[in-house]
């Protein structure tokens, strides 16, 4: 490791920018000289390498995050997302145009540390080990379940829970709700009374059915990445700098090597080398963004929008995915107290729809709210049953806007491109609205509001999942695990092409899991920092497709 390291070692902020341990050359704007690993973004995965990576004191860490430090008051209440999308820790970026909807959509993802793990719906569920199984035979060798089922119980603290199945040191707080709230409880019995198997522990990967699924709640307050892994450590750590409004530009390619990164702060253009890895963790739109910049992509498109190519991997920005969803909203006879203790979502289904052939294919999930698209009408007082199709065929990309990193890029999800996935979304309409008129739900229930009694034929069926869809905001698959042309990575997360880059984010995932996507960006996270303590920075293989 680099030894010639130099720098502050007291934390600073300036100007509500955090800066840990950061040297000199950072606030002056020359180049910073002496890390061994820079990581880029300080969202959930970012959180987790960074702290871990620098568990080793003979290893100097840079964690480069785009938004604030600090987090927002509406974060610590598991019960206020929703109020969090939009704000200034989101994103908030807009889709294309779908063509399944003729209309964009919101696509809010998470900005400052900790990202989306400081704004999502707080469920930690891993998907049915069913989905995980499938990568395997994508290319990602050595990524089943049972090969990431070590690194899944090493983020998480899940007392209560098989040990055996699940971790019970990890740095994160798991479980499911203190005090249930009495609508979701008739809802998961309304599951059971019309034939869904009653789970144990659906967060785990091994059931399907209806359960509570754990929350990242300690304390009775939101636990993101940041809050687990990396904010106890910070004040400790010398060899651990983490500067925040620091927004990335272009990693710096040399001879087919990854030598350090670009990045605005503070008004200015600044650089960082590294000795050893460039780890690009932001997520599975703004990481193909950042390599695109950078000439890394595909090389026709790159010329289309004035970026000289550097490598051309054309698989860089394709096969974009996320869970299209669409909820079904009840009016309540009584009502539906809100409890900031939790978050609205606190159970989940898993089923198999006719069309599944190798596990579940649809998630259903109980709102203790009339949660449904703004443009839609509906209820101050009631609940809902959300579905989402669990393993969507269709596919979407992200593309560059224009060769400036600063402008937001070009986000397509093609939700329901796929005709199947419109028959899964179906199904799922068919099947919640079952749960919704069980006797169990007999108390509650006032009237369907959303879609409403009188939508049951085919055509008013597809004109509802057109005004209702929402996005689950689960992207992945941007930059796959595999060893085909498309692929970005290898198995050891390595960029095809070029030493000392990798990628430890949602974006090397080569499929949708059956399940919200936090817990296993964090399982992704922990075996990617465990590569990089063990595998030599730069072994000798052949860079392949320079442009």
Same mark, same amino acid.
């Given at each position: 490791?680099?030894?010639?390291?130099?720098?502050?070692r007291?934390?600073?902020?300036?100007?509500?920018?955090?800066?840990?341990?950061?040297?000199?050359?950072?606030?002056?704007?020359?180049?910073?000289m002496?890390?061994?690993?820079?990581?880029?973004?300080?969202?959930?995965?970012?959180?987790?390498?960074?702290?871990?990576?620098s568990e080793?004191?003979?290893?100097?860490?840079?964690?480069?995050?785009?938004?604030?430090?600090?987090?927002?008051?509406?974060?610590?209440?598991?019960?206020?997302?929703?109020?969090?999308?939009?704000?200034?820790?989101?994103?908030?970026?807009?889709?294309?145009?779908? /063509?399944? @909807?003729? $209309?964009?959509?919101?696509?809010?993802? %998470? #900005?400052?540390? *900790?990202?989306?793990?400081?704004?999502?719906g !707080?469920?930690?569920?891993?998907?049915?080990?069913s989905?995980?199984?499938?990568?395997?035979?994508?290319?990602?060798?050595?990524?089943?379940?049972?090969?990431?089922?070590?690194?899944?119980?090493?983020?998480?603290?899940?007392?209560?829970?098989?040990?055996?199945?699940?971790?019970q040191?990890?740095?994160l707080?798991?479980?499911?709700?203190?005090?249930?709230?009495?609508?979701?409880?008739?809802?998961?019995?309304?599951?059971?009374?019309?034939?869904?198997?009653?789970a144990?522990d659906?967060s785990?990967?091994?059931?399907?059915?209806?359960?509570?699924c754990?929350?990242?709640?300690?304390?009775?307050?939101?636990?993101?990445?940041?809050?687990?892994?990396?904010?106890?450590?910070?004040?400790?750590?010398p060899?651990?700098?983490?500067?925040? /409004?620091? @927004?990335? $530009?272009?990693?710096?390619?040399?001879? %087919? #090597?990854?030598? *350090?990164?670009?990045?605005?702060?503070?008004? !200015?253009?600044?650089?960082?080398?590294?000795?050893?890895?460039?780890?690009?963790?932001?997520?599975a739109?703004?990481?193909?963004?950042?390599?695109?910049?950078?000439?890394?992509?595909?090389?026709?498109?790159?010329?289309?929008?004035?970026?000289?190519?550097?490598?051309?991997?054309?698989?860089?920005?394709?096969?974009?995915?996320?869970?299209?969803?669409?909820?079904?909203?009840?009016?309540?006879?009584?009502?539906?107290?809100?409890?900031?203790?939790?978050?609205?979502?606190?159970?989940?289904?898993?089923?198999?729809?006719?069309?599944?052939?190798?596990?579940?294919?649809?998630?259903?999930?109980c709102?203790?709210?009339?949660?449904?698209t703004?443009?839609?009408?509906?209820?101050?007082?009631?609940?809902?049953?959300?579905?989402?199709?669990?393993?969507?065929?269709?596919?979407?990309?992200?593309r560059?806007?224009?060769?400036?990193?600063?402008?937001?890029?070009?986000?397509d999800?093609?939700?329901?491109?796929?005709?199947?996935d419109?028959a899964?979304?179906?199904?799922?309409?068919?099947?919640?609205?079952?749960?919704?008129?069980?006797?169990?739900?007999?108390?509650?229930?006032?009237?369907?509001?959303?879609?409403?009694?009188?939508?049951?034929?085919?055509?008013?069926v597809?004109?509802?999942?057109?005004?209702?869809?929402?996005?689950?905001?689960h992207?992945?698959?941007?930059?796959?695990?595999?060893?085909?042309?498309?692929?970005?990575?290898?198995?050891?997360?390595?960029?095809?092409?070029?030493?000392?880059?990798?990628?430890?984010?949602?974006?090397?995932?080569?499929?949708?899991?059956?399940?919200?996507?936090?817990?296993?960006?964090?399982?992704?996270?922990?075996?990617a920092?465990?590569?990089l303590?063990?595998?030599?920075?730069?072994?000798?293989?052949?860079?392949?497709?320079?442009?």
């Open positions: 490791m680099n030894q010639g390291y130099q720098g502050l007291n934390g600073k902020n300036i100007r509500g920018v955090l800066i840990f341990g950061c040297p000199k050359e950072t606030i002056t704007g020359s180049t910073i002496g890390y061994d690993y820079i990581v880029v973004g300080a969202g959930t995965a970012g959180s987790v390498l960074a702290s871990r990576l080793n004191a003979d290893v100097h860490v840079l964690l480069l995050e785009a938004g604030e430090a600090g987090p927002l008051d509406l974060m610590a209440t598991p019960g206020a997302w929703p109020a969090l999308m939009g704000s200034s820790a989101d994103w908030a970026g807009v889709s294309t145009a779908q /063509r399944f @909807t003729g $209309t964009t959509m919101p696509l809010p993802r %998470g #900005r400052g540390l *900790g990202g989306s793990s400081s704004i999502n !707080l469920n930690f569920v891993r998907g049915h080990c989905s995980y199984d499938r990568w395997p035979a994508l290319g990602a060798a050595g990524w089943g379940f049972s090969d990431l089922l070590p690194y899944f119980r090493r983020s998480e603290h899940a007392p209560g829970h098989d040990p055996a199945l699940r971790g040191d990890g740095p707080t798991v479980g499911p709700p203190l005090r249930p709230h009495p609508v979701i409880t008739a809802c998961v019995e309304a599951a059971v009374e019309v034939g869904h198997r009653r144990d659906i785990g990967g091994l059931e399907t059915g209806f359960g509570w754990d929350n990242t709640i300690a304390d009775g307050r939101r636990q993101s990445a940041a809050d687990a892994y990396l904010r106890p450590v910070l004040r400790d750590r060899n651990l700098d983490v500067v925040t /409004r620091a @927004t990335v $530009t272009r990693v710096r390619v040399t001879g %087919g #090597r990854c030598t *350090g990164v670009e990045y605005f702060h503070e008004g !200015l253009e600044r650089a960082a080398d590294c000795a050893e890895e460039v780890v690009l963790s932001a997520g739109i703004a990481t193909p963004q950042l390599l695109m910049v950078s000439g890394i992509g595909p090389r026709d498109h790159l010329r289309e929008v004035g970026v000289e190519a550097v490598l051309h991997l054309p698989g860089v920005g394709a096969n974009l995915q996320d869970h299209p969803m669409s909820t079904l909203v009840y009016s309540s006879r009584r009502p539906v107290s809100h409890n900031p203790d939790n978050p609205p979502g606190e159970a989940v289904g898993l089923v198999r729809t006719g069309a599944a052939t190798d596990g579940p294919d649809l998630q259903i999930v709102v203790s709210l009339p949660y449904r703004p443009s839609l009408t509906g209820p101050d007082n009631g609940y809902a049953l959300g579905f989402a199709a669990m393993a969507p065929r269709s596919r979407g990309s992200v560059l806007a224009a060769a400036d990193p600063r402008v937001m890029p070009l986000v999800p093609n939700y329901l491109g796929d005709e199947r419109v899964t979304m179906r199904a799922g309409l068919r099947i919640a609205r079952e749960i919704g008129g069980a006797t169990a739900l007999g108390s509650w229930r006032e009237a369907e509001v959303q879609p409403g009694p009188d939508v049951r034929d085919d055509a008013a597809l004109g509802y999942l057109r005004r209702s869809l929402l996005a689950y905001f992207y992945c698959g941007t930059c796959p695990i595999g060893d085909d042309e498309m692929a970005v990575v290898d198995p050891e997360l390595r960029v095809h092409g070029i030493s000392g880059l990798r990628i430890a984010d949602a974006s090397v995932m080569p499929s949708l899991v059956s399940a919200n996507t936090n817990a296993t960006v964090y399982a992704i996270a922990e075996r920092a465990e590569l303590g063990r595998t030599p920075a730069f072994p000798d293989r052949q860079t392949q497709g320079m442009a």
